[in-house]
């Protein structure tokens, strides 16, 4: 594997990394993190842990989540529910960049920068990071680039 496509994919994985980590869910976050500092070689295990990755990510977007929500309405904690959906969106996001990596390697980043909201997690690929986080509504000054 080429340097340039490793460390496209490191910062991929690390900013998944810090978005699993906002949302409190660190096993996610651990295995990000793992996946960042020693890229893997083989590209059919990389996939194959992918989809692990996917399905806990499609776990927590249709068991997990609701459920907490449902707990924060029923204590009336507007906050949580709040919170709660800032993890669906940012979860969805993390779903859609892991299955847009599966489908097309690290075309998926090509020479675009990784930024990710030190808010909630968002995870954003562009040349520049978005002037106001679509989930959070923070400034751009609350994004930090993933190197």
């Known amino acids: 594997m080429y340097p340039d496509k490793a460390n496209s994919l490191a910062a991929v994985f690390s900013s998944l990394a810090l978005a699993a ?5 660190y096993e996610l976050s651990e295995e990000y993190a793992r ?10 295990g990389e996939t194959q842990s992918l989809e692990y990755l996917r ?26 529910q709040r919170a709660m959906k ?11 960049l892991i299955d847009r ?3 097309k390697g690290s075309e998926a980043i090509g020479d675009q920068s990784v930024f990710v909201c030190q808010s909630c ?3 954003f690929i562009g040349s520049e ?3 106001i986080c679509p989930v959070c509504k923070v400034p751009s000054l609350k994004f930090r680039k993933i190197a």
């Not at 996946?35 to 059919?44: H, K, M, N, P, T």
């Not at 929500?69 to 204590?75: K, L, P, T, Y």
């Open 35 to 44: 996946r960042s500092s020693g890229y893997i070689e083989d590209i059919e």
């Open 129 to 131: 990071a978005p002037e």
């Open 21 to 25: 980590e906002k949302q409190q869910k």
């Open 55 to 80: 399905d806990q990510i499609l776990e927590d977007l249709s068991e997990g989540i609701p459920k907490a929500n449902q707990e924060s309405i029923d204590a009336g904690d507007r906050g949580g």
């Open 121 to 123: 997690g968002f995870i």
């Open 86 to 96: 800032w993890a669906e969106k940012v979860s969805k996001i993390q779903k859609s």
């Open 101 to 103: 990596y599966i489908k």
